[in-house]
């Protein structure tokens, strides 16, 4: 039975520091973006485009290179179960500004307490991603595919917002820091590390004897 966090040796693995400096650096020129205020200047409808065309670019590089699977395959999980922590700050943040009516309440009282909920249950999550057992892995995924929904939840209810309710209120809200590095940096990584949850874990799945 293999372990979601077990390292896959593959002489066509990536060579992982140039992948984590790709990463870092593209970390850091979304930061760039959203403290520059470009995102405000630009069409509503080009602002999902910035979410999903790093993880459509994720999802073909993954599917294209066997040697950047290699590499996904040595990750360790409770990493990218970890980042989803972050959720909870957004979460209380989205409150925290609809009660002072910076933000509309409709949108608060559905990503607030799903992104809190979502990101305190990373911690035992990334504690079962250490774990080898069917059991863990069920948990985890039963833990992936709840966050994933809420996330994708979250944005239908973001773009009604932004593009069909043209609320000025929570347009203004994501022009400002922390709020504007969720489109260009904080939801993509969201989703690309869901993705690659999913994708270990099915990995794990299939090289185990036990998993059907």
Do not use: C
Request: hydrophobic residues 60%; without cysteine; proline residues 8%.
């Amino acid at each position: 039975m293999s372990s979601p966090t077990a390292v896959v040796p593959s002489s066509r693995a990536l060579d992982p520091k140039p992948v984590w400096a790709g990463l870092a650096l593209w970390s850091g020129a979304s930061l760039v973006v959203a403290l520059s205020g470009v995102v405000a200047s630009l069409p509503r409808p080009l602002v999902p485009l910035l979410i999903w065309s790093p993880v459509l670019a994720g999802v073909a590089l993954y599917r294209r290179s066997a040697s950047l699977r290699a590499f996904v395959d040595t990750v360790d999980l409770r990493l990218p179960v970890l980042f989803h922590v972050v959720r909870v700050f957004f979460g209380a943040a989205f409150l925290v500004e609809a009660s002072a009516g910076r933000l509309p309440s409709s949108f608060a009282h559905l990503a607030g307490p799903g992104d809190i909920a979502a990101g305190l249950l990373a911690l035992p999550a990334a504690l079962l991603a250490a774990r080898a057992d069917t059991t863990s892995r069920s948990l985890l995924l039963a833990w992936n595919v709840l966050g994933l929904l809420d996330i994708l939840a979250v944005f239908l209810s973001a773009q009604r917002l932004l593009l069909v309710l043209r609320d000025e209120r929570f347009f203004q809200a994501f022009q400002r820091m922390p709020f504007s590095a969720l489109p260009v940096l904080v939801v993509p990584l969201i989703l690309l590390t869901h993705l690659l949850v999913f994708a270990r874990l099915r990995s794990a799945g299939s090289r185990s004897p036990s998993a059907a």
